[in-house]
C-alpha cells in the first residue's frame, strides 16, 4: 500500500515536470487564442430631425471562431458609458434621440468566450423637423425662437398672393397706437431685431399645442397654441435711452392657420406647409400686479415693430 502511493505520487511529480517544460521547445502543443470579434455597423440615416427613428444594423459584425449567430451585442446610444441594455443576440437596434445633437453611439460585441470588441458612429439630431406637417411647422417656430435663426422663422411664413398675416387680439386692436395687423415683411423685420443677442440677450419661450381643426369656410387646417410663456429682456428700439426692459407673456394663446403648397412649388422636400395667419387672443387672466399691463405675444412683438 505504501509503495502505490509513492508510484503515484512520482507520477504527478513527471507530470507536473512536463508541464513546467512546455514552451522550452516546440514539442508540447499550444492552446489557440481566441481572437476579439469584428465589431461593425451601420446607421440610417446618419442625420435627421429630433424623434427620428434611427436604424442601427451590426449583422456585418463576424469573428473568426465564433457563428454570428451566437455574437452578442449591447448598444450604448448616447456615449455615456453605460449600455441601454443586456447583451442580445439580435444584430438590429433602433433609437430615438429626444435632443438635437451630434451623437457617439457605441456598439460592443461579445464572442462565446466574451471576448469583447467596440465600434463607434455618428449621428445627427437636428433641431429642425421637415416642414410637412403643420405641427411640425409650431415645433420650428419654438426652434427658431431658441437658435434665433431668423431664416428658419422666415421660412415658416407664406409669401405670394396669400401672403402671412398676423393680427392682433381684438382687445389689443381697441389700445391706442396699436394697429389691427401687419403682414410677412414687418413679421419679419421685428424677429430680426428680438433674434439679435446683442439687444435681447434673454429671449425664451414654450407652449402647448392643440390639436388640428379644419375650416371648411377657408379650406385650412388650424391649430390653438396655448399656455404661451414668453420672456424677453432687451433694448427696445427707438427707446435705447431706457435700457434693458424685461416684458413677459405668462398664459397666453394663439390660432395658427397653414396651408399646403402645390407640389409644383415644394422643391425638394415634397409637400410643404406654411403659416398663412397667426391670430393672437386676448388674455383671459388679469395682471397679478395692479398698474400692469398683461402683454399678449402681439403687444410684445410691437415693442420691436419699426415701420
Known amino acids: 500500500m505504501h509503495y502505490g502511493r509513492c508510484a503515484t505520487t512520482a507520477l504527478l511529480v513527471a507530470i507536473a515536470l512536463s508541464l513546467a517544460s512546455c514552451g522550452e521547445d516546440d514539442s508540447c502543443p499550444e492552446t489557440p487564442a481566441n481572437d476579439a470579434p469584428l465589431a461593425c455597423f451601420v446607421v440610417s440615416p446618419v442625420e435627421g430631425p429630433s424623434f ?4 442601427f444594423d451590426a449583422s456585418c459584425s463576424q469573428d473568426e471562431e465564433t457563428p454570428a449567430d451566437e455574437l452578442l451585442f449591447q448598444w450604448d446610444w448616447e456615449s455615456d458609458g453605460e449600455y441601454d441594455f443586456g447583451a442580445v443576440g ?5 433609437h430615438r434621440f429626444e435632443q438635437a ?10 464572442d462565446r468566450e466574451w471576448t469583447v470588441s467596440r465600434e463607434t458612429l455618428s449621428v445627427v439630431v437636428n ?3 421637415a416642414r410637412n406637417s403643420p405641427e411640425n411647422l409650431l415645433w420650428n417656430l419654438k426652434q427658431a425662437y431658441d437658435l434665433r435663426n431668423i431664416a428658419e422663422y422666415e421660412s415658416l411664413l407664406a409669401g405670394g398672393p396669400e401672403s402671412f398675416t398676423f ?11 396699436l394697429p389691427d395687423e401687419w403682414g410677412r415683411q414687418t413679421e419679419v423685420g421685428i424677429h430680426e431685431r428680438l433674434f439679435n443677442p446683442d439687444a435681447v440677450p434673454t429671449l425664451s419661450l414654450s407652449y402647448a399645442v392643440g390639436p388640428r381643426q379644419w375650416d371648411p369656410g377657408t379650406g385650412m387646417w388650424s ?7 414668453l420672456h424677453v429682456y432687451g433694448l427696445i428700439p427707438g427707446r435705447e435711452n431706457e435700457g434693458m426692459r424685461e416684458f413677459a407673456v405668462d398664459g397666453g394663446s394663439s390660432r ?5 403648397e402645390p407640389w409644383g412649388q415644394a422643391g425638394a422636400e415634397g409637400h410643404v406647409w406654411k403659416i398663412v395667419s397667426w391670430e393672437d387672443e386676448p388674455l383671459e387672466t388679469e395682471s397679478p400686479k395692479a398698474g400692469i399691463i398683461p402683454f399678449t405675444w402681439g403687444r410684445v412683438k410691437n415693442l420691436y415693430r419699426t415701420d
Open 223 to 229: 391649430i390653438l397654441v396655448w399656455n404661451v410663456f
Open 52 to 55: 427620428t427613428e434611427f436604424q
Open 90 to 94: 439580435n444584430p438590429h437596434g433602433a
Open 101 to 110: 445633437g451630434n451623437f457617439e453611439v457605441v456598439l460592443q460585441v461579445s
Open 256 to 260: 395658427f392657420w397653414f396651408r399646403e
Open 167 to 177: 393680427v392682433l387680439s381684438q382687445a389689443d386692436q381697441e389700445e391706442p397706437g
Open 127 to 129: 433641431a429642425l423637423r
